[in-house]
């Protein structure tokens, strides 16, 4: 099978990974992709958010599969392109990309699909929102309603901050805070066969103890040993297979990957989050234990004939990502900085450097190039043998002015996940 990944991140280069070590996949391409990338498939240009350009390049590399990675080209219809070429498309319509697209039709649809979700307001005017803050009361949550790469959601106590961000954002959905350990659990679905992966563990917060801005994701581990048992179960019973019923109801069936983002909160599972595409960092740890060859995955996804692939199958052990940021992330980041140590930190038994924001400058070198530059990724016995690998990875790269948590999966290691 010849496949396409569309994309530049750290996902992109993590499923690229993946299929080029899948015995079925013969070609892995990828556009606009990075260095990392490029050590693992064939890169060509081509801008991701083009969907006549993507559909082109995939014709000319005579590909089997596409796979869309990231929202953006998915909300601007990229993977409708590409399918209306006749190539099978790993990714949801635009229109069904709108579950991620915009945080508003995403609870219309809980709505209708009855899915434990926070109870929300839309606002569009500072009047509202400021009559919905008082009626959740602190510690107040509010959600740009557009994408805005993880970025756009502030929650704070401080009623001032949530005020300013409603009046920035515009059209904001305010919710009540939901409290509990956080829980990424993603489904691959044709739209209509749906396949839950383990779960993973996601950090937000760009400081150790969750302090600091929301980003897009500076660490994850899989599986959650604290996870209860049924959470798979129940979670596809009440919120996959009701959301992607739901999305096919309404003539536009969701195929790709569901990503539920879930809060475990003392009333029972609510989902604080859709996504139309495979986390990151998530993916970097989940794909590094897959057993089942992801082209089966993909393709089942893309083509409808997901029920005969069957539940993907794991490796016993556990994986951890950790990731590498540039100075001032997230705010604008610092990019050009070296990148020194790749090739120290790859070799230790069980870890692989997953790029994202990376370049070559004028002379070669590998620099900085966006906000999370690489996600140092392990595997391991256990969680503590996971993590003492991957931290040793870190500990050798060297990156002028960059960052990272302390504590990725520290809480679940030390048994201090209440449930
Ligand atoms: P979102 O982009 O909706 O996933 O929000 C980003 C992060 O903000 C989530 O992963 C949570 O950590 C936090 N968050 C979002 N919604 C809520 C909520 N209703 N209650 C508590 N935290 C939330
Ligand atoms: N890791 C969070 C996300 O991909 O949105």
Redesign the pocket.
């Known amino acids: 099978m010849k496949t396409l990944v569309i994309g530049t991140g750290g996902r992109e280069h993590a499923l690229a990974l993946a299929l080029s070590r899948d015995p079925a996949v013969t070609e892995v391409h990828a556009a606009p992709g990075n260095p990392g990338i490029a050590s693992v498939a064939t890169l060509h240009d081509v801008d991701p958010m083009d969907g006549a350009a993507v559909a082109d390049l995939a014709m000319r590399v005579d590909a089997d599969l596409v796979v869309v990675g990231p929202e953006a080209p998915l909300v601007a219809g990229v993977a409708d392109a590409v399918r209306e070429a006749g190539i099978a498309c790993f990714g949801p319509s635009r229109a069904a990309a709108q579950l991620e697209g915009s945080k508003a039709f995403a609870k219309e649809v809980m709505a209708a699909a009855e899915v434990p979700t926070a109870m929300a307001h839309v606002c569009e005017t500072p009047e509202q929102a400021a009559a919905a803050l008082d009626a959740f009361g602190p510690p107040y949550v509010v959600k740009d309603d557009a994408l805005a790469a ?1 970025k756009g959601v502030v929650v704070t106590r401080d009623r001032r901050v949530a005020v300013e961000h409603a009046a920035a954002c515009g059209r904001v959905v305010i919710e009540e805070f939901l409290d509990g350990p956080e829980v ?1 659990l993603f489904a691959i679905t044709d739209g209509e066969t749906v396949l839950p992966l383990q779960p993973a563990q ?1 950090f ?1 917060r760009a400081l150790d103890g969750d302090e600091g801005p929301n980003t ?2 500076m660490g ?1 581990y899989t599986p959650l040993d604290w996870a209860p048992d049924g959470l798979v179960a129940e979670v596809s019973r009440r919120v996959l297979v009701p959301t992607v019923l739901e999305m096919a109801r309404r003539g536009t069936p969701f195929q790709g990957l569901l ?1 539920a ?1 879930l809060a475990l909160t003392s009333r029972g599972v609510r989902v604080v989050e859709f ?1 139309a595409r495979f ?4 993916t970097q740890a989940l794909l590094a234990l897959l057993e089942t060859p992801l082209s089966a995955l993909l393709h089942g996804a893309a083509t409808g004939t997901l029920a005969d692939v069957g539940l993907p199958a794991w490796s016993e052990e556990v994986a951890l990502s950790v990731v590498m940021a540039s100075c001032n992330y997230p705010d604008t980041p610092r990019t050009g900085d070296r990148i020194l140590g790749i090739d120290a930190a790859e070799a230790i038994e069980g870890v692989d450097v997953i790029q994202a924001g990376t370049a070559l400058d004028d002379e070669g070198n590998l620099v900085t190039a966006g906000g999370r530059v690489l996600a140092v990724t392990a595997t391991g016995e256990t969680l503590e043998h996971a993590r003492d690998r991957a931290y040793a990875g870190v500990d050798a790269i060297i990156i002028d002015g960059a960052h990272h948590r302390t504590d990725i999966a520290l809480a679940a290691q030390l048994g201090d996940i209440e449930v």
Do not use: C, T, V
């Not at 986390?279 to 998530?282: F, H, I, M, T, Y």
């Open positions: 993880g990424s996601d937000k897009g994701g994850a990503y983002g996504n986390g990151d960092p998530e």
